[in-house]
């Protein structure tokens, strides 16, 4: 790949060469060991900024300037240089085997996400790019106090560059295989000595997709993706600060969300002519002799649908504002977030289109299956906290969270080529309801989450060298959820296929004590925390030993209508003993 970074990276190091050629070498080495070492890295892994080798926690933290060097543009990157770290290509992030691998609504992850300190379920934010980003911090093992909530393997917390005080900004550009394109930019605008605008964006577009699909579908692998922000910084009078930042995220892409190798890689099913709920497999027996691609090339797929992964409406708004009251600084961190991301595409795995005749069924069967996931989000949260400012031997921190979330997610598969999936009969042989999209199969599912918690947390340094942490906190989780599940049967065996059955409208009279629909509703809470020992002999070293429990909350399996859906909270208790140096 080209970029225009390269261009403008080795024009400063030719500047920079010119001006050290007229200095003396002593100051020539002195300068080169402050342009590219770095003497501390500030974060806020505690809530609190500190250097790194002051933070009693495992933390990989990466800069935008390190992002660069070393080309870490996404969430597989992190993945990469992280110890612990996993992500799934369904979007899932585990820290030190805590996560999540499940679909099901109301079954909450391991690991917490924060975008300048605001809870996000969305994880398009470990997407952005160095520009947009200062740092990003992973913190393994559980966050018992100060994250507390789906921080049972870990949290990971999002940083933002924020504008600066100088009119000016960043323009890059790039260009690699498969006709990829991105272009992105920012430009900070202060407008007062105590206000300063920040506006960015970018667009990355790929073109053409690096899996080959050799039946009538479109190649997979594309991506196009845009990024809009907007930020506001501003000092308000002598005591207070306030930040506020707006993005908006758009995807256009032909695969899911996190894994662009999304490809059916194992062979067809040739052991069974039907699913259970209807749908034909690939099978010789019944006119399908194609392999799989796929088996000896992963790089091939052989599809009549496209893929696609779309996430639209990401709006994403969080605000900070800050009073220093002398003795403690009082803050106040928000929220809201909303989305819609879609995906979806060939079922079959195959590009047969065309009917089949089968045996024993009067109508021909079309193998032609589609699958669609969509899923609705909109969240909120508050946050205030008081951190103290005193220069003693204790320091401490106190705080209030609020998180309440809507979600709504439908999974369906579909046959549409199949007219009899549209007028579905009851088992009883009477109308069934119209079905105009032709699902087989249509799972259904809504949530709303609240949560309510209290935190603190103290340190005491006793002298120079021997320090103590502990601190707690109590989290309370409500949820109330509603499924519904919808399965249409096609198969030979009834009527000769010339009809469609709705075996989920009999339910309740086939089976008694199971139904179509449901409400369930539950709460959960817990009390966690941390005890850390700290023993710091010089500057350079840190020696800790720390106990901290996770919680995650209770939920349930939503859109299943599993016989036994609730899932009982999860707890962890770590034992840690690390060393910094």
């Known amino acids: 790949m080209t970029s225009f970074n390269s261009l403008r990276l080795r024009l400063a190091l030719a500047a920079g060469a010119s001006a050290l050629a007229l200095s003396a070498p002593a100051l020539a080495q002195e300068a080169a060991g402050d342009d590219f070492t770095i003497q501390e890295l500030v974060v806020t892994a505690e809530k609190r900024e500190q250097a790194l080798q002051d933070v009693p926690v495992a933390v990989s933290a990466f800069t935008s300037s390190q992002r660069d060097v070393v080309g870490m543009t996404g969430i597989q990157d992190f993945v990469n240089f992280t110890p612990g770290m996993n992500y799934s290509g369904t979007d899932r992030v585990s820290l030190r085997g805590a996560g999540r691998n499940t679909f099901y609504v109301g079954n909450d992850p391991g690991v917490a996400t924060y975008t300048d300190g605001f809870y996000s379920a969305s994880s398009s934010e470990l997407f952005k790019t160095p520009l947009f980003v200062e740092r990003t911090e992973i913190l393994r ?27 000016g900004g960043e323009l890059r550009a790039m ?12 430009v900070s605008i202060p407008v007062a000595d105590t206000l300063r605008f920040k506006i960015g964006g970018s667009q990355d577009w790929q073109r053409q997709g690096f899996i080959e699909n050799i039946g009538t579908a479109n190649d997979g692998g594309t991506i196009k993706r845009t990024y809009f922000e907007f930020q506001a910084d501003a000092e308000l009078g002598d005591n207070a600060t ?19 190798l999304a490809n059916l890689v194992t062979p067809y099913d040739t052991t069974r002519v039907f699913q259970p709920i209807g749908g034909l497999l690939p099978n010789p027996q019944y006119g399908y002799t194609t392999a799989n691609p796929a088996v000896s090339d992963p790089y091939k797929m052989n599809t009549n649908r496209d893929g696609y992964g779309h996430l639209r409406g990401n709006h994403l708004l969080t605000a900070q504002v800050t009073y220093d009251l002398g003795w403690a600084d009082l803050k106040y961190i928000g929220g809201f977030q909303q989305y819609n991301y879609q ?13 089949i005749t089968i045996p024993g069924m009067l109508v021909p069967y079309y193998p032609d299956q589609t699958t669609d996931f969509n899923e609705h989000k909109k969240y909120y949260s508050n946050e205030i906290n008081l951190s103290s400012k005193a220069d003693g031997p204790l320091t401490w921190i106190l705080g209030l969270y609020q998180y309440h979330e809507k979600y709504r997610q439908q999974i369906q598969l579909a046959a549409p080529q199949q007219v009899q999936l549209a007028t579905p009969l009851t088992l009883a042989g009477t109308p069934a309801a119209a079905n105009p999209a032709r699902n087989f199969a249509d799972q259904q599912a809504s949530l709303i989450s609240k949560a309510y918690a209290v935190f603190g947390q103290a340190t005491y340094r006793f002298n120079e060298t021997w320090a103590v942490t502990g601190g707690l906190r109590y989290t309370k ?15 030979p065996s009834l009527f000769g296929g010339a009809a469609a059955f709705d075996v989920s409208s009999d339910m309740d009279a086939a089976t008694p004590g199971v139904q179509n629909f449901r409400n369930l509703s539950g709460s959960w809470d817990a009390v966690t925390g941390s005890l850390d020992v700290d023993f710091t002999p010089d500057s350079d070293s840190l020696y800790y030993a720390k106990y901290s429990r996770g919680y995650k909350s209770g939920g349930f399996l939503l859109g299943t209508l599993a016989p036994q859906p609730q899932a009982k909270e999860e707890k962890v208790d770590a034992f840690e003993v690390g060393m910094k140096k």
């Not at 018992?144 to 049972?152: C, D, H, P, Q, V």
């Not at 295989?177 to 920012?186: A, F, L």
């Not at 995906?343 to 009917?355: C, E, L, V």
């Open 477 to 491: 989780d409500e949820k109330d959820g509603s499924e519904s599940q919808r399965l249409i049967l096609l198969s």
């Open 242 to 260: 306030a930040w506020v930042r707006y993005s908006r995220t758009n995807w256009d892409d032909t695969m899911g969300v996190g894994d662009r």
């Open 343 to 355: 995906t979806g595409g060939d079922y079959d795995g195959t590009s047969r289109a065309g009917p």
């Open 141 to 167: 093992g559980p966050q018992g106090t100060l994250y507390g909530r789906n921080a049972m393997g870990g949290a990971v917390n999002t940083v933002s560059k924020r504008p600066d005080h100088e009119f």
């Open 175 to 186: 260009y690699g295989d498969y006709d990829r394109t991105r272009v992105e930019g920012v």
